[in-house]
């Protein structure tokens, strides 16, 4: 059975200890919770030298470009519920997810829907 961990981990230096300690065999780093997209990719090198997959988790639209961007991304998670949350949501064809080809992260969301939701967070 494959373990993988790293959705609430924060810092680099326990998924180095993670993965250096083969106590992973798939980690899931999440760019909302590390330092951001660079920490993320520092992450997603040391784990691709010990070629460990990456299954970034949370907000599929954030991770599918650097997810994408690395030969041990493996998988996104789906999360039906967040769609209507954007204007566009991530096209998936044949069980893949498809990077867009626009600049950025691709992210933009749905203002309208967002402020129905005030208060209830």
Same mark, same amino acid.
């Given at each position: *059975?494959?373990?993988?961990? $790293?959705?609430?981990?924060?810092?680099?230096?326990?998924?180095? %200890?993670?993965?250096?300690?083969?106590?992973? +065999?798939? &980690?899931?780093?999440? &760019?909302?919770? !590390? %330092?951001? !997209?660079?920490?993320?990719? %520092?992450?997603?090198? /040391?784990?691709?030298?010990?070629?460990?997959?990456?299954?970034? #988790?949370?907000? *599929? +639209?954030?991770? !599918?470009? =650097?997810?994408?961007? /690395?030969?041990? $991304?493996?998988?996104?998670? #789906?999360?039906?519920? =967040?769609?209507?949350?954007? %204007?566009?949501?991530?096209?998936?064809?044949?069980?893949?997810?498809?990077?867009?080809?626009?600049?950025?992260?691709?992210?933009?969301?749905?203002?309208? !829907?967002?402020?129905? =939701?005030?208060?209830?967070?």
């Amino acid at each position: *059975m494959y373990v993988a961990a $790293g959705e609430w981990i924060y810092h680099f230096d326990i998924f180095e %200890k993670l993965i250096r300690g083969r106590a992973v +065999d798939i &980690v899931q780093p999440d &760019v909302c919770r !590390v %330092k951001g !997209v660079t920490e993320w990719i %520092k992450i997603a090198k /040391f784990a691709e030298e010990y070629d460990v997959p990456l299954a970034p #988790h949370f907000v *599929m +639209d954030l991770h !599918v470009h =650097l997810a994408c961007a /690395f030969p041990n $991304g493996l998988t996104i998670e #789906h999360m039906a519920w =967040l769609t209507p949350l954007f %204007k566009k949501s991530l096209a998936i064809e044949d069980g893949y997810a498809i990077a867009p080809e626009i600049g950025g992260h691709g992210v933009e969301f749905d203002e309208m !829907v967002l402020g129905s =939701l005030s208060g209830t967070l």
